[in-house]
């Protein structure tokens, strides 16, 4: 019954509009279309089947409490006025109007009374008498309508109608037993949508959609106790994308399935299963954690798009019994996850069929088993998997596991694989990183996958182990079986051992069956067979490579095969040895059974080459090496010479050089022999061989720093095979840092030398010798000695003109003959002006000058450009008519670039000074004399680019250069008369100028061990010249004249041909051990000649500017000048 102040309060809301939340929550009430005939009623645009019922409120309490007006009053109001429009109206045959029952505030029962004469009006239910209540013929499946004290709308039994098959977060409640649904259901975004199977057996076969612009959820539970028995199952094919919750009980896809992006959560205590012939999918899947088991059961298809995670307490069950399913033993059973399957449950297992996993990757810690069933595992991308695969129990043999899929599977632990029957690695790799594993009793890697043991504690029992045609073996495990090869097998992972206890036979049935041995600086892979009786049998191939490049040493014995047990049988069955040791060409490879391996222990070759069948029993091991040979006759050189690390092995290879040597600079129809006799081919060993040109082509320099190379290698060498181990490993060189200490050799040269082995070809190898030489040093003394000889030669051009400037002064004569200035303040009263042309004392003189000049490479010396920059600033002073002096200060630049054997660079700023004198003893002739100093601060770099290696050597140092000269020059007028400043001049000269340049000892940073030091050196140049200039002056004015002037000379350097003048002396700076080498650079040559044109204008009696260009031909190179400068007398 209302209470007074309720009934007010809701009497006072009759005036209210139908605004605000209820507005909007109308419209998610989506009412089924009410039958022909119903009453409707239309609700803001929507039409509701309105059923009247005479009773009490109690016994329709349930209906009335899930009506969509309920526990709003203003929603009640609404109906109702609605009601009084249409179908109320009509309903004049009752005395009380329609009730519109509702709740107000959780607490008290009122209506909304729709009258048909009296309009609508607000009550309260009188419980124990009748009245007319009003409800909707069929509402959504929403929570009023859920089971409440027994009690509920929300039941499988009314749908069609008191509900609609639409969920709007309501449950809805199966209480018919066996029955199956057809209805097609609506699915809200509420996370409360349900069903619960309540103890029933129900099948829904309609299909749950969203509702419009909704992903929709559904949530499946069983709110009874748990039992097997009672399932629901779902024929439809769903399109809901929302999210899907098996909270607790059994969900069956029989035929049905969820949406292909819709995700799915298994609780743990529920089940999903899919049952034969069904093809089913789903969003990324999990299932089970802590608590009761959860279960997925597969008996058909299941393909998840996205990740399935199998948690703690999940058990995923393929032909599962426990699901009811009547064709147990039809359709395929298979798991297919596009993304992770990561597997931390209970064990995957099947109960006696076959299944198939196909999985974007796999990971986790838990077991799938193989039984007596043949799992196909197919993994997409690489895996690491911490669990086993298998049949764990003791004694039992068995199924099959098929691998498939272009992807790595790494079983990570102990006992990753178990008892198998078969292992059959059809696609891709299966790794086994840990031993323990069972027992398998065939095993077979077919054509394009691998099984690794990457280490050796990895270890697989296989009765036989076939590897097919283009499979592959690798690894530095353990395989106790017999291997059969006819595709690759490959010890190690980098340099290892991979050990067979049981018989081994290769390429019985494939010519082309490998055996594959890495080698290194100390040692090589290793093929072990162990245990008595084996049989070994050799056909196919030897394929013998280094390592990531590394150098091997030269006579140091390798082992590839030990067949360690007694009573071994077996042999080659034409077995071929193929090298890929690409820096070998210098050297001859031999195996055992070749006669030159004598030289290295000729007990086994004389064991391995005896006629004695009891003898030939010794010969266990497949050995081989590689000996150095001389450069030019390809003989085997004898290793007993150079078998101790140190300065004497260093000493004696650096006279005759090594495998560098000879593959740079041997005799290359030798070394084409010799690779051929390696197991190369002709062409390749042609082509590997073919001599080159310039950069490409061995010169004196390249080829001492060759020997100075082999040098170290052979110490470094004699290290290895004299015993010498411990320390470091380097990289992956295989040398160690106790070898290079006792070869005198730093780490970073093992490395250098690895890089200098992988160079393929002879062009290549010299192109990466001259990259490391100190020829641009050498050769940038010839460009040291132009700068200081150019800076002399143009501060002497200076004071080189046709006649002194001069200029017409007046002055008064004293009886005395004194002459004073016409307009000095001595001037005497009475003056007798005179005429006079002076000469000026002082000139200030300004010169830029820049020289491009280009070497050319002779005796295979490098090419290469420089230029020489300078500017000069100097002054003079004439004491005398015949006497005058003069000094200089310049700046300019020194510059060695486009070297053409290697990334070269040369820079030096040049900082100079000059002093010179002039004697004219008459009109006709001028001796000048110059003495002159220049600073020379260089800076360098070197880049140094080859087998790997990227490094840039840089350097500072200082030079200091002096220079002195001594010219004469006449003066001849072909009209006669000197005097005339206009008359046509010859002037014929000739000079002598010597030259010295000193430079300090300085070393490069930057390279590691290719870093140089260079030693201090003193370049000299003694140069004599003699040519002509003739001068044309034209007179423009009478102050202004223009004078052109053609230059022809010869030049000669006593010295220029010398070697000594620009020969260094440098040493690796880290490698001290292996001393000097002479280097030699290009120089200019002895002769030149010169040709020159300038001009020169005399702008007043005080200025003149001038330029000009001339051409140097020397007998190795040529270099072209310009410049200018300005003369200012005073």
């Given at each position: 019954?209302?209470?007074?102040?309720a009934?007010?309060?809701?009497?006072?809301?009759?005036?209210?509009t139908l605004?605000?939340?209820?507005?909007?929550?109308?419209?998610?009430?989506?009412g089924?279309?009410?039958?022909?005939?119903?009453?409707?009623?239309?609700?803001?645009?929507?039409?509701?089947?309105?059923?009247?019922?005479?009773?009490s409120?109690?016994?329709?309490?349930t209906?009335?409490r899930?009506?969509?007006?309920?526990?709003n009053?203003?929603?009640?109001?609404?109906?109702?006025?609605?009601?009084?429009?249409?179908?109320?109206?009509?309903?004049?045959?009752?005395?009380?109007?329609t009730?519109?029952?509702?709740?107000?505030r959780?607490?008290?029962?009122?209506?909304?009374?729709a009258s048909?004469?009296?309009?609508?009006?607000?009550?309260?239910?009188?419980?124990?008498d009748?009245?007319?209540?009003?409800?909707?013929?069929?509402?959504p499946?929403?929570?009023?309508?859920?089971?409440?004290g027994?009690?509920g709308?929300?039941?499988?039994s009314?749908?069609?109608?008191?509900?609609?098959?639409?969920?709007?977060?309501?449950?809805l409640?199966?209480?018919?037993?066996?029955?199956?649904?057809?209805q097609?259901f609506?699915?809200?975004?509420?996370?409360?949508?349900?069903i619960?199977a309540?103890?029933?057996?129900?099948?829904?076969?309609?299909?749950?959609?969203?509702?419009?612009?909704t992903?929709?959820?559904?949530?499946?539970?069983?709110?009874?106790?748990?039992?097997?028995?009672?399932?629901?199952?779902?024929?439809?094919?769903?399109?809901?994308?929302?999210?899907s919750?098996?909270?607790?009980?059994?969900?069956?896809?029989?035929?049905?399935?969820?949406?292909?992006?819709?995700?799915?959560?298994?609780?743990?205590g529920?089940?999903l299963?899919?049952?034969?012939?069904?093809?089913a999918?789903?969003?990324?899947?999990v299932?089970?954690g802590?608590?009761?088991?959860?279960h997925?059961d597969?008996?058909?298809?299941?393909?998840?798009?996205?990740?399935?995670t199998?948690?703690?307490r999940?058990?995923?069950?393929?032909?599962?019994g426990?699901?009811?399913?009547?064709?147990?033993a039809a359709?395929?059973?298979?798991?297919?996850?596009?993304?992770?399957?990561?597997?931390n449950?209970?064990?995957?297992d099947?109960?006696?069929?076959?299944?198939?996993?196909?999985?974007?990757?796999?990971?986790?810690?838990?077991?799938?088993l193989?039984?007596?069933?043949t799992?196909?595992?197919t993994?997409?991308?690489?895996?690491?998997f911490?669990?086993?695969?298998g049949?764990?129990?003791?004694?039992?043999?068995g199924?099959?596991?098929?691998k498939?899929?272009?992807s790595?599977?790494?079983?990570?632990?102990?006992?990753g694989?178990?008892?198998?029957?078969?292992?059959?690695?059809?696609?891709?790799?299966?790794?086994?990183?840990?031993?323990?594993n069972?027992?398998?009793?065939?095993?077979?890697?077919?054509?394009?996958?691998?099984l690794?043991?990457?280490?050796?504690?990895?270890?697989?029992?296989?009765?036989?182990?076939?590897v097919?045609?283009?499979?592959?073996?690798?690894?530095?495990?353990?395989?106790t079986?017999?291997?059969?090869?006819?595709?690759?097998?490959?010890?190690?992972?980098?340099?290892?051992?991979?050990?067979?206890?049981?018989?081994y036979?290769?390429?019985?049935?494939?010519?082309?069956?490998?055996?594959?041995?890495?080698?290194?600086?100390s040692?090589s892979?290793?093929?072990?067979?162990?245990?008595?009786?084996?049989?070994?049998?050799?056909?196919?191939?030897?394929n013998?490579?280094?390592?990531?490049?590394?150098?091997?040493?030269?006579?140091?014995?390798?082992?590839?095969?030990?067949?360690?047990?007694?009573?071994?049988?077996?042999?080659?069955?034409?077995?071929?040895?193929?090298?890929?040791?690409?820096g070998?060409?210098?050297?001859?490879?031999?195996?055992?059974?070749?006669?030159?391996?004598?030289l290295?222990?000729?007990?086994?070759?004389?064991?391995?080459t005896?006629n004695?069948?009891?003898?030939?029993l010794?010969?266990?091991?497949l050995?081989?090496a590689w000996?150095?040979?001389?450069?030019?006759?390809?003989?085997?050189?004898?290793p007993?010479r150079?078998?101790?690390?140190?300065?004497?092995?260093?000493?004696?290879?650096?006279?005759?050089?090594?495998a560098?040597?000879?593959?740079?600079?041997?005799n290359?129809?030798t070394?084409?022999?010799?690779?051929?006799?390696?197991?190369?081919?002709?062409?390749?060993?042609?082509?590997?061989?073919?001599?080159?040109?310039?950069?490409?082509?061995?010169?004196?320099?390249s080829?001492?720093?060759?020997?100075?190379?082999d040098?170290?290698?052979?110490?470094?060498?004699?290290?290895?095979?004299?015993?010498?181990?411990?320390?470091s490993?380097?990289?992956?060189?295989?040398?160690?840092?106790?070898?290079?200490s006792?070869?005198?050799?730093?780490?970073d040269?093992?490395?250098?030398?690895a890089?200098f082995?992988?160079?393929?070809?002879?062009?290549?190898?010299?192109q990466?010798?001259?990259?490391?030489?100190?020829e641009?040093?050498?050769?940038?003394?010839?460009?040291?000695?132009?700068?200081?000889e150019?800076f002399?030669?143009?501060?002497?051009?200076?004071?080189?003109?046709?006649?002194p400037l001069?200029?017409?002064e007046?002055?008064?004569?004293?009886?005395?003959?004194?002459?004073?200035?016409?307009?000095?303040?001595?001037?005497?009263?009475?003056?007798?002006?005179?005429?006079?042309t002076?000469g000026s004392?002082w000139?200030?003189?300004?010169?830029?000058?820049?020289?491009?000049?280009t070497?050319?490479?002779?005796?295979?010396?490098?090419?290469?450009?420089?230029?020489?920059?300078?500017?000069?600033?100097?002054l003079?002073?004439?004491?005398?008519p015949?006497?005058s002096?003069?000094?200089a200060?310049?700046?300019?630049?020194?510059?060695?670039y486009?070297?053409?054997?290697?990334?070269?660079?040369?820079?030096?700023?040049?900082?100079?000074g000059?002093?010179?004198?002039i004697?004219?003893?008459?009109?006709?002739w001028?001796?000048?004399?110059?003495?002159?100093?220049?600073?020379?601060?260089?800076?360098?770099?070197r880049q140094?680019?080859?087998?790997?290696?990227n490094?840039t050597?840089?350097?500072?140092?200082?030079?200091?250069?002096?220079?002195?000269a001594?010219?004469?020059?006449?003066?001849?007028?072909?009209?006669?008369?000197?005097s005339?400043?206009d008359?046509?001049?010859?002037k014929?000269?000739?000079?002598?100028?010597?030259?010295?340049?000193?430079?300090?000892?300085?070393?490069?940073?930057?390279?590691?061990?290719?870093?140089?030091?260079?030693?201090?050196h003193?370049a000299?140049?003694?140069?004599?010249?003699?040519?002509?200039?003739?001068?044309?002056?034209?007179?423009?004015?009478?102050?202004?004249?223009?004078?052109?002037?053609?230059?022809?000379?010869y030049?000669?350097?006593f010295?220029?041909?010398?070697?000594?003048e620009?020969?260094?002396n440098?040493?690796f700076?880290?490698?001290?051990?292996?001393?000097?080498?002479d280097?030699?650079?290009?120089?200019r040559?002895?002769?030149?000649?010169?040709?020159?044109?300038?001009?020169?204008?005399e702008?007043?009696?005080s200025?003149?500017?001038y330029?000009?260009?001339?051409g140097?031909?020397?007998s190795?190179g040529t270099?072209?000048?310009?410049?200018?400068?300005?003369?200012y007398?005073w």
């Amino acid at each position: 019954m209302l209470n007074h102040k309720a009934s007010l309060s809701l009497r006072k809301a009759t005036r209210t509009t139908l605004t605000g939340a209820f507005a909007f929550g109308l419209v998610s009430w989506i009412g089924a279309m009410p039958a022909r005939g119903s009453n409707l009623v239309t609700v803001e645009g929507k039409d509701y089947a309105i059923i009247f019922q005479y009773t009490s409120f109690n016994n329709i309490s349930t209906i009335l409490r899930s009506q969509p007006w309920w526990g709003n009053s203003t929603a009640a109001r609404t109906f109702a006025r609605s009601c009084w429009y249409s179908a109320c109206k009509s309903s004049s045959g009752y005395v009380i109007g329609t009730q519109f029952a509702y709740e107000d505030r959780g607490f008290t029962i009122g209506t909304w009374e729709a009258s048909p004469d009296k309009g609508i009006s607000n009550r309260g239910p009188r419980e124990g008498d009748a009245w007319r209540y009003a409800y909707v013929a069929a509402n959504p499946i929403i929570p009023t309508g859920n089971i409440s004290g027994g009690n509920g709308i929300n039941l499988t039994s009314n749908l069609g109608s008191l509900i609609t098959p639409e969920f709007q977060g309501g449950t809805l409640t199966v209480d018919q037993d066996n029955s199956t649904y057809t209805q097609n259901f609506t699915l809200n975004g509420s996370t409360t949508n349900t069903i619960d199977a309540n103890g029933r057996v129900s099948t829904f076969s309609g299909i749950f959609r969203d509702s419009s612009n909704t992903a929709g959820n559904i949530i499946f539970r069983d709110s009874s106790a748990p039992n097997i028995a009672n399932v629901i199952r779902l024929q439809g094919r769903h399109t809901y994308t929302g999210s899907s919750t098996i909270e607790s009980g059994n969900v069956l896809l029989d035929g049905g399935s969820f949406f292909k992006t819709s995700p799915v959560t298994v609780k743990p205590g529920a089940r999903l299963g899919i049952l034969s012939s069904t093809k089913a999918e789903a969003g990324s899947t999990v299932v089970g954690g802590p608590g009761s088991r959860s279960h997925l059961d597969i008996n058909g298809t299941f393909k998840i798009n996205g990740d399935l995670t199998l948690l703690e307490r999940s058990r995923t069950l393929f032909n599962s019994g426990d699901i009811s399913d009547t064709s147990l033993a039809a359709g395929t059973r298979s798991l297919s996850v596009t993304g992770v399957l990561t597997h931390n449950g209970e064990n995957i297992d099947s109960r006696g069929g076959n299944y198939s996993i196909n999985t974007g990757e796999l990971r986790g810690s838990s077991n799938i088993l193989v039984d007596g069933e043949t799992l196909t595992l197919t993994i997409q991308n690489d895996s690491s998997f911490d669990g086993g695969i298998g049949d764990f129990n003791p004694g039992q043999q068995g199924g099959a596991l098929i691998k498939k899929g272009n992807s790595t599977l790494v079983l990570t632990r102990d006992q990753g694989l178990a008892n198998l029957r078969q292992l059959k690695i059809e696609e891709g790799q299966i790794t086994l990183n840990n031993g323990n594993n069972g027992t398998i009793l065939q095993t077979n890697i077919e054509s394009g996958a691998s099984l690794s043991l990457p280490n050796s504690s990895g270890e697989l029992t296989s009765n036989s182990l076939d590897v097919k045609s283009s499979g592959i073996l690798k690894g530095n495990g353990t395989i106790t079986g017999n291997v059969r090869n006819e595709g690759t097998v490959s010890p190690g992972n980098s340099i290892g051992t991979l050990t067979v206890d049981g018989n081994y036979v290769q390429g019985a049935s494939n010519p082309n069956a490998s055996l594959n041995i890495e080698v290194d600086g100390s040692s090589s892979d290793l093929l072990k067979i162990t245990g008595d009786n084996r049989t070994v049998l050799l056909g196919g191939n030897l394929n013998i490579s280094s390592y990531n490049n590394a150098a091997v040493s030269p006579g140091k014995i390798y082992t590839a095969i030990d067949v360690t047990g007694d009573n071994a049988t077996g042999g080659e069955l034409g077995l071929k040895t193929n090298l890929n040791v690409v820096g070998s060409s210098g050297m001859t490879f031999v195996r055992e059974t070749d006669r030159e391996f004598r030289l290295l222990d000729p007990a086994y070759y004389a064991t391995c080459t005896s006629n004695d069948p009891a003898v030939l029993l010794g010969c266990t091991k497949l050995q081989f090496a590689w000996l150095k040979v001389d450069p030019d006759t390809g003989v085997a050189v004898n290793p007993d010479r150079h078998k101790t690390p140190g300065q004497s092995t260093i000493k004696a290879i650096k006279q005759t050089g090594g495998a560098i040597t000879a593959a740079s600079s041997g005799n290359s129809s030798t070394n084409t022999n010799t690779c051929i006799a390696n197991g190369g081919t002709t062409a390749t060993c042609q082509q590997q061989n073919k001599q080159g040109s310039g950069s490409g082509a061995a010169n004196t320099n390249s080829t001492n720093v060759a020997k100075t190379l082999d040098a170290g290698w052979a110490s470094l060498s004699a290290a290895v095979t004299s015993g010498v181990t411990g320390g470091s490993a380097i990289g992956t060189t295989g040398y160690t840092t106790n070898q290079t200490s006792a070869a005198l050799v730093t780490p970073d040269f093992a490395k250098v030398i690895a890089a200098f082995f992988s160079i393929p070809t002879r062009i290549e190898l010299n192109q990466a010798l001259h990259s490391i030489t100190a020829e641009p040093y050498a050769s940038m003394q010839s460009v040291a000695l132009e700068a200081i000889e150019q800076f002399g030669k143009n501060s002497l051009a200076l004071t080189d003109r046709s006649v002194p400037l001069t200029h017409t002064e007046t002055f008064c004569k004293t009886d005395d003959g004194t002459l004073i200035p016409a307009d000095s303040p001595e001037r005497p009263d009475t003056c007798e002006e005179r005429t006079k042309t002076v000469g000026s004392r002082w000139s200030l003189l300004l010169d830029g000058t820049n020289t491009e000049a280009t070497l050319d490479g002779t005796s295979d010396l490098a090419s290469l450009d420089y230029n020489v920059f300078s500017t000069i600033y100097g002054l003079q002073y004439a004491f005398s008519p015949e006497w005058s002096a003069g000094g200089a200060f310049g700046y300019g630049q020194a510059n060695l670039y486009n070297y053409e054997y290697a990334n070269s660079r040369i820079q030096s700023d040049t900082y100079g000074g000059s002093l010179w004198g002039i004697y004219r003893p008459s009109a006709n002739w001028k001796f000048s004399g110059l003495l002159g100093y220049m600073n020379l601060q260089y800076d360098s770099s070197r880049q140094m680019n080859f087998g790997g290696l990227n490094r840039t050597a840089e350097a500072n140092w200082d030079g200091n250069a002096f220079t002195a000269a001594l010219d004469a020059q006449y003066n001849w007028a072909l009209n006669g008369d000197n005097s005339d400043p206009d008359a046509i001049r010859i002037k014929p000269r000739t000079f002598l100028s010597y030259a010295v340049h000193n430079q300090g000892s300085f070393s490069e940073f930057g390279a590691q061990s290719l870093n140089l030091d260079v030693d201090s050196h003193t370049a000299d140049s003694l140069l004599w010249g003699i040519g002509f200039t003739l001068e044309t002056p034209i007179k423009l004015n009478s102050t202004n004249r223009l004078i052109p002037r053609l230059t022809v000379g010869y030049e000669y350097d006593f010295m220029g041909d010398a070697n000594e003048e620009h020969q260094l002396n440098a040493s690796f700076s880290e490698l001290p051990a292996l001393g000097s080498v002479d280097v030699l650079g290009q120089n200019r040559g002895a002769n030149a000649l010169d040709v020159g044109l300038s001009i020169e204008i005399e702008t007043s009696d005080s200025v003149s500017l001038y330029a000009g260009v001339n051409g140097g031909f020397w007998s190795n190179g040529t270099e072209v000048s310009y410049g200018g400068g300005v003369k200012y007398s005073w």
